[in-house]
């Protein structure tokens, strides 16, 4: 196809959650420009992102963003070959944002437009960085993890299965959360803790201060099939799934147990008064018996998303490990998975931190194989806030 013999760009809009990002990519694997505007600002005061102000700053941002990853590229839209945009799942009203967007630029400029899933694109993060670095070697089977703000979801994903489109790629669920994401179980904790939004990063950095054996905190294991699941196939093969709610509340008894309503009010307040807040401002504010929680919380959704993702590793026979989202940022679950998987023969690649969490460049890199393939999509594209990847 002579479309593959001459480089191909994409530029790919992301508006799912909280960032408003635009990026453009070649051939899937070189990052030209990338460009993110986070919300944090604006939803912080409120401890959680607030669906009605993302939509709000998405529209004010998605024109200066789209404008500057172009001019970073040093590209006019006439230079790029498709527009990419993520379709779902996410926050309805922010999806509409990019995906009205991306619509409406696609038809002007008269260039085909890619729908991506978000979850797909987290999976291309890594890859596309794993090509930039020069490895474009691959051992299937692949599992991936992804893990973030929304999703604890385990998917097997395969590419070749088709020989009219080599390059596609497709996913197969094996697991995924019953109730809160391990990334919602971060920022509820680290909320009900008075430290802020988000929570993950707080935490990372503070658990490193901590004993994480103080607090003996389970987690819950799924024995039985997900009631949500009713009426749906049978899953192939075994399911692997997670469940977070239960250490939130496990967390929040300590909490009343122990009578640290007001400390936490006092440290919140604290916090308020402070723009940026350091490692050194949390630790001040925390004392020695809160660290050992955080780290003992921390330890525990680690050792679960780590134990089960390698008991499915296992059970697939997965030879390579992709963890992605924005929890693939937090230092214990990254040190674990580098120390667990290699000992069972299984390549584990993550994304850097900044391609861990929400950005565009991971839309255009999975929009990429589906420009080869010719998926294009229809111009009476819709959002979906829970679009399944398959
Ligand atoms: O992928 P992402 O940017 O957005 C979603 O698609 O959800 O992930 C955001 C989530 C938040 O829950 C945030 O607290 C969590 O990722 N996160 C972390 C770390 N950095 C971000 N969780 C644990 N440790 C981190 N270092
Ligand atoms: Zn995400």
Redesign the pocket.
């Known amino acids: 196809m002579d479309a593959v013999s001459t480089p191909i760009y994409i530029l790919a809009i992301e508006s ?4 408003t990002a635009a990026a453009i990519v070649r051939d899937g694997e070189e990052l030209v420009s990338s460009v993110v505007a986070s919300q944090i600002a604006t939803h912080q005061p409120y401890g959680g992102v607030v669906p009605e102000l993302a939509s709000r700053e998405h529209l004010r941002n998605i024109i200066p963003v789209v404008r500057g990853a172009l001019e970073q590229s040093g590209r006019t839209l006439a230079d790029v070959d498709a527009l990419a945009v993520t379709r779902g799942p ?1 926050l309805a009203g922010a999806l509409l944002v990019g995906v009205s967007f991306a619509k409406a630029m696609a038809y002007a400029v008269d260039k085909p437009l890619i729908a991506v899933n ?1 979850l797909e694109g ?1 999976i291309h993060a890594v890859l596309l960085e794993q090509r930039q670095n020069g490895n474009h070697d691959l051992r299937f089977p692949v599992l991936a993890l992804v ?5 604890t979801h385990l998917y097997l994903a395969e590419q070749g299965f088709d020989a009219e489109r080599p390059e596609a790629w497709r996913y197969r669920n094996v697991g995924h959360t019953r109730d809160d ?4 179980a ?2 509820k904790v ?1 909320k009900l803790l008075g430290l802020g ?5 707080i ?3 503070l658990a490193r201060h901590g004993n994480s054996r103080a607090v003996p905190f389970t987690i819950s294991q799924m024995k039985h099939r997900d009631r949500n699941d009713r009426g749906k196939p049978t899953p192939a093969g075994p399911q692997f799934d997670f469940s977070y709610s239960g250490i939130k509340t496990a967390v929040l008894r300590h909490v009343e147990l122990n009578n640290l309503f007001s400390q936490i009010e006092e440290r919140r307040q604290a916090l308020l008064d402070i723009a940026k807040p350091t490692t050194e401002d949390y630790l001040r504010v925390c004392d020695q018996p809160t660290v050992d929680l955080i780290a003992s919380f ?1 330890r525990a959704v680690v050792t679960d998303v780590v134990q089960k993702t390698l008991a499915a590793a296992e059970e697939y026979g997965a030879r390579t490990l992709l963890v992605t ?7 214990a ?1 990254r040190e674990a998975f580098e120390n667990q998987a290699p000992k069972r023969g299984v390549d584990v690649h993550f994304p850097s ?1 900044v391609m ?3 950005n565009a460049a991971m839309i255009a890199a999975a929009a990429y194989p589906k420009f080869i393939a010719r998926e294009f999509a229809p111009l009476d594209l819709s959002a979906e806030a829970n679009l399944p990847l398959k």
């Open positions: 799912s959650c909280d960032e996410g978000h987290h893990v973030s703000g929304g999703h994401a391990a990334g919602e971060f920022d680290a939004y988000p929570g993950g990063p935490i990372d950095r921390q989202g924005g929890v693939a940022a937090n230092s679950l931190r861990s969490t929400d």
